[in-house]
């Protein structure tokens, strides 16, 4: 059973547009949250985290919001830009520790010009 | 500055051959990782290291080694391949908040 699940395979949004990708958890005791964006033929690279203390972290386009009570995280590209097409993996961890870290399926975005 | 490099990059593999990956950093990280990739499925980890000398089984250990010699190596070897290893196999190593992956080597078993 996934504890980490994006429902959405794939997404597609018109450049400049707000693209937001959704990420569910099961286990109540993950308490920090990450995204990674992977390019194909490359593997991923960090984008943005949160820690569960946090509901909301910013980081230039890119924000990511935490709903503990649901279980529920988001990740918002604002404005979106053709080279932000990848695939994104949603990750959570119970420690800041990468050994525990448990990833999402992925969800591949396509921001069309 | 490389950062984390695999080797080889493709390979075929008949059903109980052998074969070692490579994973190389030079960003004198302590912690590696080695993850597949299935698809539907996120990465999961197989084995890592905390440091030179040293591994520990991560979530899908079965049919895999590791050993990490040197500190900037982290080898993964498959004693008798099956085709349910036939995936994506991606290298990471770990600074103090940050990962980084390596461009995976994609294997196939027949």
């Known amino acids: 059973d996934q504890q980490v699940k994006q429902n959405s395979p794939s997404l597609s949004v018109q450049e400049g547009r707000i693209s937001i990708l959704n990420c569910d958890y099961t286990?109540?005791?993950?308490?920090?949250f990450l995204w990674y964006k992977k390019y194909p033929a490359e593997g991923p690279t960090f984008l943005i985290s949160?820690?569960?203390?946090?509901d909301k972290n910013e980081d230039g386009r890119f924000t990511v919001f935490l709903n503990k009570s649901a279980k529920h995280l988001s990740l918002h590209i604002v404005p979106s830009q053709p080279g932000d097409s990848a695939v994104y993996f949603c990750?959570?961890?119970?420690?800041?520790?990468?050994?525990?870290?448990?990833f999402g399926p992925g969800t591949s975005l396509s921001v069309i010009p | 500055n490389a950062g984390v490099t695999q080797t080889p990059k493709f390979r075929v593999l008949k059903t109980g051959q052998s074969m070692t990956l490579l994973c190389a950093q030079d960003?004198?990280?302590?912690?590696m990782y080695w993850y597949r990739q299935d698809p539907g499925m996120g990465l999961r980890l197989i084995h890592y290291?905390?440091?030179?000398?040293?591994?520990a089984k991560g979530e899908v250990p079965d049919g895999y080694n590791v050993s990490r010699l040197k500190k900037q190596n982290f080898l993964l070897g498959l004693e008798s391949a099956a085709p349910s290893q036939t995936s994506v196999y991606f290298c990471?190593?770990?600074?103090?908040?940050?990962?980084?992956f390596g461009p995976g080597t994609r294997l196939t078993v027949l």
């Open positions: 949160i820690s569960s203390i946090k």
């Open positions: 990750a959570a961890s119970d420690k800041t520790s990468y050994d525990k870290v448990i």
């Open positions: 290291s905390v440091g030179e000398g040293t591994t």
């Open positions: 286990n109540s005791m993950f308490d920090y």
């Open positions: 990471a190593s770990t600074s103090a908040d940050t990962q980084y």
């Open positions: 960003m004198n990280h302590e912690y």
